[in-house]
């Protein structure tokens, strides 16, 4: 079975870091782009940033560009979100996703085929 | 910065033909894709590439992208349809999801 399980979740103060993982099972997790999307709660979702299949290229949204770090270990089967730098506005539930294809750049065009469950994160003093 | 405009709502009575649009600047000139998300679940792929279905996807979805509009067909709507769909694309190695469609069937 195809699974995308998400953790490190959790109460952080504003200004403070945070980091997210993601365990992948049930596929070639080297042969994929991977991608994190957040959705704040009662809101629309919001992509957050995506990695190539072998951590050559990365893309960042503008509201978390300098503060957000994605990474991957294809030895591990397990995607990253370094989340520096907290703002209230990032409180949001955080979703792991895998892409169809292999790329994050310009002629990237595929879509997001298994998403896991999420993990909450929580901005505030 | 690249947007994608979808209407905040929809309604459809059952058995009927929803359409839900996805409007961009020469978004015809991209691929979009569509998910459907249910209260309290994670999004589902529905259409990517403009019209392709993912295995498992029922064949009343179907996608079509031209001009400045993409548009997600639901035909014969269903209640297990009630849902929020959301439109994306890519626009220079970045994701782009419109803010999200309520669809109600009653």
């Known amino acids: 079975e195809v699974q995308l399980v998400e953790s490190g979740g959790g109460l952080v103060q504003p200004g403070r870091s945070l980091r997210l993982s993601c365990a992948a099972s049930g596929f070639t997790f080297d042969d994929h782009g991977m991608h994190w999307v957040r959705q704040a709660p009662g809101k629309g979702l919001e992509w957050v940033s995506g990695i190539s299949w072998n951590g050559g290229s990365v893309g960042y949204a503008d509201s978390v560009k300098g503060r957000f770090t994605i990474s991957r270990d294809n030895t591990k089967n397990a995607l990253y979100l370094q989340m520096n730098s907290l703002r209230d506005e990032d409180t949001a539930l955080y979703y792991c996703a895998k892409a169809q294809g292999m790329l994050v750049n310009p002629t990237a065009h595929d879509g997001l085929d298994v998403w896991g469950q999420g993990t909450t994160v929580t901005v505030s003093s | 910065s690249y947007e994608l405009a979808q209407p905040p709502s929809v309604s459809v009575s059952p058995g009927q033909t929803a359409s839900i649009t996805c409007s961009g600047e020469?978004?015809?000139?991209?691929?979009a894709c569509w998910y459907q998300q249910k209260s309290g679940q994670s999004p589902v792929l529905l259409i990517s590439?403009?019209?392709k279905r993912p295995s498992g996807i029922p064949e009343r979805f179907s996608g079509s992208n031209s001009g400045n509009t993409a548009t997600l067909t639901i035909s014969g709507a269903q209640p297990m349809d009630e849902a929020v769909y959301y439109c994306?694309?890519?626009?220079?190695?970045?994701?782009?999801f419109g803010g999200g469609t309520k669809l109600t069937v009653l």
């Open positions: 020469k978004l015809g000139g991209k691929y």
């Open positions: 590439q403009d019209t």
């Open positions: 994306q694309a890519w626009d220079s190695g970045i994701v782009i």
